[in-house]
């Protein structure tokens, strides 16, 4: 199986420090959907596990969430491409879950659905937590640049992180 497993906010689609709480705020960045698409359409298996507080924090509801999730795979599925399983921690980060990142809980979640190991399997995020619980489950951990991605490159990566501008690239990268 190829899997592919993304973080959402800042790889998908814009990111707010103020949190993306509603379906006009949810805004996809450039190339990102096509990126998805064309990945899908190669035999890729595209999943995504995202953080998302906002909901233990009262600044949005499940259905909003939801909406924002229907969206995406409709853009996708407009260009002809299906997106996986979309996972997500609704946890705050004084709430000592397993699954909010850097915890690896997400991405074991998505493993037990797939049925296949995560080693050497691309995890794609922008931020320390996002490289931390790729390293803790066996993946490979990705950086964009975009989102919080270039604030992240100025702290130290662990050694084998790949560094892509956007998601756009990546897929170019997996699918030359």
């Known amino acids: 199986m190829k899997l592919l497993i993304l ?7 814009q990111d707010s420090d103020d ?13 990102a959907i ?6 899908s359409q190669a035999g890729w298996t595209v999943a995504v596990a995202t953080n998302q507080s906002g909901l233990a ?4 509801d499940e259905a909003t969430l939801q909406a924002m999730h229907h969206q995406l795979r409709q853009l996708v599925a407009e260009q002809g491409g299906e997106l996986g399983l979309i996972v997500y921690c609704p946890h705050g980060p004084d709430d000592a879950c397993s699954c909010r990142k850097p915890e690896p809980g997400m991405l074991r979640e998505i493993a037990e659905h797939y049925r296949t190991s995560l080693k050497g399997v691309w995890f794609v995020g922008d931020s320390q937590g996002d490289l931390k619980a790729a390293l803790a489950v066996g993946c490979q951990p990705v950086l964009v640049k975009t989102g919080k991605g270039e604030r992240t490159l100025a702290s130290p990566l662990p050694t084998n992180t790949l560094v892509f501008e956007d998601l756009a690239a990546v897929a170019a990268q997996l699918l030359a």
């Not at 973080?7 to 689609?13: L, T, Y």
């Not at 949190?19 to 190339?31: Q, R």
């Open 7 to 13: 973080d959402r906010d800042g790889v998908i689609n």
């Open 19 to 31: 949190y993306i709480k509603s379906l006009d705020e949810w805004i996809p960045l450039p190339g």
């Open 57 to 60: 924090r009262g600044y949005y």
């Open 34 to 39: 096509s990126a998805i698409a064309r990945l």
